[in-house]
């Protein structure tokens, strides 16, 4: 059973950086395609950025050239570095695995809360 556990959330300010970590147990990172998304207060569950078993990555349009989604294999690691954080951001983050054929992901993290002040 794949188990995924995401930490590195926190607070920050505005303009700040935090780096997100995803770690798995059992066949995650063998899945082929990895995701992070992202729920915001009131607002429905977003993608934020995926990567595919060669490295292919996709982004947000709101987070292109602030976000960085990278993958560790030794230690079944998934990372997403966050910079020049807005209020926007604000939102708990969920780590995703495996890909289904209807885009969405069979295996989710409880999530981890990401809180931006002005």
């Known amino acids: 059973q794949v188990r995924l556990a995401e930490s590195g959330g926190g607070s920050v300010q505005a303009g700040g950086s935090l780096k997100l970590s995803c770690t798995s147990s059992?066949?995650?990172?063998?899945?082929?395609?990895m995701a992070w998304y992202r729920q915001a207060p009131g607002k429905e569950r977003e993608l934020v950025s995926s990567i595919r078993w060669d490295g292919t990555t996709n982004y947000a349009d709101s987070v292109k050239g602030r976000f960085t989604i990278s993958q560790a294999n030794v230690g079944n690691t998934l990372y997403l570095q966050m910079n020049s954080l807005t209020t926007a951001d604000t939102a708990v983050y969920y780590c995703a695995a495996c890909a289904t054929d209807s885009g969405g992901y069979t295996y989710w993290g409880q999530g981890t809360q990401v809180t931006v002040s002005s």
């Open positions: 059992g066949a995650a990172f063998s899945c082929g395609k």
